[in-house]
C-alpha cells in the first residue's frame, strides 16, 4: 500500500459546485496533515493544515480528518476557474518525517 | 517579506559539471528543506535542516550535498550531476519541523544533457 495515496484526476467540476478531494494514507500514528495547491509551473502553496479529528474550515475550504479510517479530505465550496489546479496531500508520519501525495488534477468547468 | 527565494530560476548543466542551488528564508524558521519534483514521482524530500547547524538525509540523498550556511541559508550542491538528476527543485521552510507547515520558494528547473 502506498504510504499517501491520491485519485490523479482529473476530477471536472461545474464553477459553483462543491469540489471534493480525497487523501488516504497508511501509518496510524501519523499526527499531521497538510493540504497544497500547485498551478502548473509553479511552487506548492499551502491551504490548510489539520491535526484534529473533524473539520476545519478556512473561507471556501474545509479539510476533514478521520484517524481512525486514515483519511483526510478537503472540500472547495463555490468553485471558480481559478481553482483548477493540482492538490497535494502532505502526511507527517509518527516517525517525523513528511510524505506527500502525488497530487490531484482538479478542472472547474466554467 | 519575500517569504523563500531561491536561486537560480533554470540552469542547464552538462553530465559531470558541479552546481550549487541557493535558497534563503526570511521567515526566521528553524528548519529548511530541499525536494525534486519529478513527473509521476510527486514531491521527495532529499535532504533537510532541523535547525542550524543540524542536516539529515532524506528520501533521495544520493548524489547532493548540503550545507545550513545561517538561519536564513540552505544550500544544496551536486558535485557531478548526472541526467538523472534532471528535474524541478523546490526549498521549503517552516517554524521547527515537520509538524509545523512549509512554504516553498519558487523552484529551480534543472536540466542535465
Known amino acids: 500500500q502506498k504510504e499517501v495515496e491520491q485519485n490523479s484526476g482529473p476530477l471536472s467540476v461545474p464553477e459553483g459546485a462543491i469540489a471534493s478531494l480525497n487523501c488516504t494514507y497508511s501509518?496510524?500514528?501519523?499526527?499531521?496533515f497538510f493540504w497544497y495547491r500547485q498551478y502548473s509551473g509553479k511552487s506548492p502553496e499551502l491551504i490548510m493544515s489539520i491535526y484534529s479529528n473533524g473539520d476545519k474550515e478556512d473561507g471556501r475550504f474545509t479539510a476533514q480528518l478521520n484517524k481512525a479510517s486514515q483519511y483526510v479530505s478537503l472540500l472547495i465550496r463555490d468553485s471558480q476557474p481559478s481553482d483548477s489546479a493540482t492538490y497535494l496531500c502532505a502526511v507527517n508520519r509518527e516517525d517525523d518525517k513528511i510524505i506527500f501525495g502525488k497530487g490531484t488534477r482538479l478542472h472547474i468547468l466554467p | 517579506n519575500a517569504g523563500v527565494t531561491q536561486t537560480p530560476k533554470f540552469q542547464v548543466l552538462k553530465t559531470g559539471q558541479s552546481m550549487t542551488l541557493q535558497c534563503a528564508q526570511d521567515?526566521?524558521?528553524?528548519?529548511m528543506y530541499w525536494y525534486r519534483q519529478d513527473p509521476g514521482m510527486g514531491l521527495r524530500l532529499i535532504y533537510y535542516?532541523?535547525?542550524?547547524?543540524?542536516?539529515d538525509k532524506g528520501e533521495v540523498p544520493n548524489g547532493y550535498n548540503v550545507s545550513r550556511l545561517n538561519k536564513r541559508e540552505f544550500s544544496l550542491r551536486l558535485e557531478s550531476a548526472a541526467p538523472s538528476q534532471t528535474s524541478v527543485y523546490f526549498c521549503?521552510?517552516?517554524?521547527?519541523?515537520?509538524?509545523?507547515?512549509?512554504?516553498f520558494g519558487p523552484g529551480t528547473r534543472l536540466t542535465v544533457t
Open positions: 521549503a521552510s517552516s517554524e521547527s519541523g515537520f509538524s509545523y507547515e512549509q512554504y
Open positions: 535542516s532541523a535547525s542550524e547547524g543540524t542536516t
Open positions: 521567515m526566521n524558521h528553524n528548519s
Open positions: 501509518d496510524r500514528g501519523s499526527q499531521s
